[in-house]
């Protein structure tokens, strides 16, 4: 028996014990119903679709009372007008046991929380266009802990978002959930549809990008074992491919998924290939890219809504087709699929634009897609209907 980790979890279950009786001592305040607490990816930044419903709800009522739960090295990403708390800390669990609507786009742990009478959770998933199998379809290869936690977010939940006609079935068949599903669109790729000169400008100065770049995203899944060598992509032989065929100067984005961000270091990064793991927002980086080059990740999908040329590399497709599984046939989809450095540089070099965008409009039909950059105000004015007891 390995007694370390044996007392590790008494001292845990010791400790969600009290933050439990500490939101059931809440309960006796009345609860707020001019306050929202939101959070994203478990503790993450100012971001996702949260972020997208925050602002629409400011904008709507100004005086309204927001609040986001950041662990403290992503407080900076929390803006003004925004209250800011800490992850877990007592004062998370306070506010979440007065507000009146919770709003996460991930789990949220059920041996920590107590959901009162009377509140209301909007489930906002961070993945509406999935690839990859997920929760139900993927339960297997989840840990018990996770599947818990999981099936209890989907019997608390009041509300799940939908961007599309595929994953409105996946809310009903995949998500322990048998509520309400809002087909609205998905609320961060309402950025999408709104871009401007300025926002792409401020983008690139924040990265300190030099004018007369273009820019190539790359960025991948997680593995489920948090391996690195999957993402053996030649950057500097895209790069130099990209110049070749439209005689402009190319610069690399990295940016990896939250899972494995700890992980960056490991990637060899130059002058052309930077590191930006720890922007905070992916939705403001991907409308100031020429051009994606992903895996497994939703991500494809979204850039595609706005027909950003998008590229699958997959070094390792057989062993995650037998480990996750996916909804769609991978080789079916209008993105380049490439299994080697060589492969991807021929996809490159051979691209078509018009019968890539003429596939992109037979997937999102063939999906339902529903998406038109007002998601975000449609759950704003959800949640405002809410708190004011319609």
């Given amino acids: 028996m390995d007694f370390r980790r044996e007392i590790e979890k008494i001292k845990y279950c010791v400790w969600a014990a009290g933050m439990k009786g500490l939101m059931v001592l809440a309960r006796l305040r009345p609860m707020d119903r001019n306050k929202v607490v939101a959070e994203s990816y478990y503790g993450g930044g100012f971001n996702d679709n949260g972020k997208a419903v925050a602002l629409a709800l400011l904008e709507k009522r100004p005086g309204l009372d927001v609040v986001w739960a950041a662990r403290p090295e992503n407080r900076a990403t929390v803006p003004p007008g925004i209250r ?30 107590v959901k009162r009478r009377g509140q209301y959770y909007i489930q906002c998933w961070h993945g509406e266009y999935p690839l990859k199998k997920v929760e139900r379809d993927a339960e297997a290869h989840l840990s018990p802990s996770y599947l818990a936690d999981a099936k209890w977010d989907g019997k608390v939940s009041d509300l799940m978002l939908s961007g599309n006609d595929f994953f409105t079935g996946l809310c009903r068949s995949s998500f322990w959930y048998d509520g309400e599903v809002l087909v609205c669109g998905t609320p961060r790729l309402d950025a999408l549809f709104r871009v401007t000169d300025d926002q792409v400008r401020a983008v690139r100065e924040r990265l300190g990008i030099p004018e007369g770049r273009r820019l190539v995203l790359y960025a991948p899944t997680f593995r489920a074992d948090r391996r690195m060598d999957c993402y053996g992509l030649d950057f500097h032989r895209v790069l130099e491919q ?13 940016r990896l998924h939250p899972n494995v961000a700890d992980k960056a270091g490991a990637i060899p990064y130059s002058d052309d290939v930077r590191n930006a793991t720890a922007y905070p927002d992916l939705y403001e980086l991907l409308p100031a890219v020429d051009m994606v080059i992903s895996d497994y990740s939703s991500l494809m999908f979204d850039a595609g809504l706005v027909k950003k040329p998008t590229f ?5 497709l057989a062993d995650y087709l037998d480990d996750r599984g996916t909804y769609l046939d991978i080789r079916g989809l209008p993105f380049p699929m490439a299994e080697s450095n060589e492969a991807l540089l021929e996809n490159i070099r051979r691209f078509d634009r018009a019968a890539y965008e003429a596939g992109l409009e037979r997937l999102f039909d063939d999906i339902g897609s529903h998406e038109n950059g007002t998601a975000s105000a449609a759950v704003a004015d959800r949640v405002l209907a809410v708190l004011d007891g319609q």
């Fill in 84 to 113: 800011y708390v800490e992850y877990r800390s007592p004062r998370y669990f306070w506010e979440l046991a007065t507000a009146a609507v919770w709003i996460d786009n991930s789990r949220k742990r059920h041996r920590e929380l």
């Fill in 242 to 254: 990209l110049e070749r065929d439209t005689g402009e100067k190319w610069t690399f984005l990295v």
């Fill in 312 to 316: 699958i590399f997959a070094t390792d």
